[in-house]
């Protein structure tokens, strides 16, 4: 519930959030990593990769992204004629703050020749420089279809590159960005874990460090993670990523013990804390005022399409 100072009463967020969206012919996709409110109230969740699909395939005449701003750019640079709101234009991501576009653009120019594949954890602006777009969900596929003659360059996860390296065999120049969530996660709290529920399996998001996804039972994507879960014949899991993703998990699989991944401090580091700035409440007020919304310009967009449609069409 939400009071509105103007008339003192109480406004029930979920029911004016509906009310909304068929008043505005808006489509709400909201990632995993939300709040669970949010997730709930969503037309689709999913990863990078599925929201990306539903934002190109949506009939909606606006779109409400309940994510972090490189998302909202996708979403817009899919759909230049729409309105795209973002409940709170502050949420980004340490993962596209470590890759300025200037610095990527030198990157580039030092090493002619090279594939540049970036991970969608970026800026329209690096999109915009970069030939293929990838997802943690198809980059593996992705980099197979690049002939072996061609030398890669991959940004800005270095450690989903290490991880991509590895499971593709193809050597690749890495950009050494890293994700803040993805890089608290303690092995030694984990151990002391497994030593607590030594049959729990311990699932992992590539974007974490080499150390943690070497000790992993499974590792993939939030999407690959979900079905994991779901589908796996185990009861007990200690999951290393966002923790947002529980709530899902918890939706498709009811019976089984899910045990977030502890940071190595005692603070809430598992969590993405641009990811969680959007709240029901920004979410009711950006749909109420059509603001935020998430502006780029006719050229980049045209440029940042292009690398966004290849990954498309090889996923």
Same mark, same amino acid.
């Given at each position: 519930m939400l009071l509105n100072s103007d008339t003192d009463v109480q406004v029930n967020l979920e029911e004016e959030i509906l009310?909304?969206?068929?008043?505005?012919?808006?489509?709400?996709?909201?990632?995993?990593?939300?709040?669970?409110e949010i997730q709930d109230i969503a037309d689709h969740t999913g990863d990078s990769l599925e929201l990306a699909r539903r934002a190109k395939d949506t009939k909606a005449e606006v779109i409400v992204f309940a994510g972090v701003h490189f998302m909202a750019e996708t979403a817009k640079i899919l759909n230049p004629d729409k309105l795209v709101l973002l409940p709170d234009l502050?949420?980004?991501?340490?993962?596209?703050?470590?890759?300025?576009a200037p610095l990527f653009k030198a990157f580039r120019e030092q090493h002619p020749g090279h594939t540049a594949i970036t991970y969608i954890n970026c800026t329209a602006e690096v999109?915009?420089?970069?030939?293929?777009?990838?997802t943690s969900s198809n980059a593996e596929k992705i980099i197979r279809q690049i002939p072996e003659s061609r030398p890669i360059l991959f940004a800005p996860d270095k450690n989903l590159g290490k991880y991509l390296m590895k499971k593709t065999g193809r050597e690749m120049l890495l950009w050494e960005g890293t994700c803040i969530v993805h890089e608290t996660?303690?092995?030694?709290?984990?151990?002391?874990?497994?030593?607590?529920? &030594?049959?729990?399996? #311990? +699932? @992992?998001? =590539?974007?974490?460090?080499?150390?943690?996804?070497?000790?992993?039972?499974?590792?993939?994507s939030t999407s690959k993670l979900l079905s994991f879960v779901k589908e796996d014949s185990g009861?007990?899991?200690?999951?290393?990523?966002?923790?947002g993703i529980l709530?899902?998990?918890?939706?498709?699989? &009811?019976?089984?013990? #899910? +045990? @977030?991944? =502890?940071p190595e401090?005692?603070?809430n580091c598992n969590e993405c804390p641009y990811m969680k700035l959007n709240t029901m409440e920004k979410l009711y007020?950006?749909?109420?005022?059509?603001?935020?919304?998430?502006?780029?310009?006719?050229?980049?967009?045209?440029?940042?399409?292009?690398?966004?449609?290849?990954m498309l069409s090889m996923s």
């Open positions: 009310k909304l969206k068929k008043d505005l012919n808006a489509v709400i996709l909201a990632h995993y990593y939300q709040q669970s502050e949420a980004g991501c340490s993962l596209a703050d470590s890759c300025p999109k915009a420089l970069s030939d293929i777009i990838c996660f303690s092995e030694r709290k984990i151990l002391d874990l497994q030593t607590m529920h &030594p049959d729990a399996k #311990l +699932i @992992a998001h =590539p974007e974490c460090e080499e150390m943690l996804l070497n000790r992993a039972d499974f590792i993939g009861n007990e899991y200690i999951v290393a990523t966002e923790s709530h899902q998990m918890k939706k498709i699989a &009811p019976g089984k013990t #899910l +045990i @977030a991944a =502890p401090s005692n603070c007020n950006c749909m109420r005022d059509r603001s935020p919304s998430v502006e780029l310009s006719t050229e980049l967009m045209n440029k940042a399409l292009l690398p966004i449609e290849k």
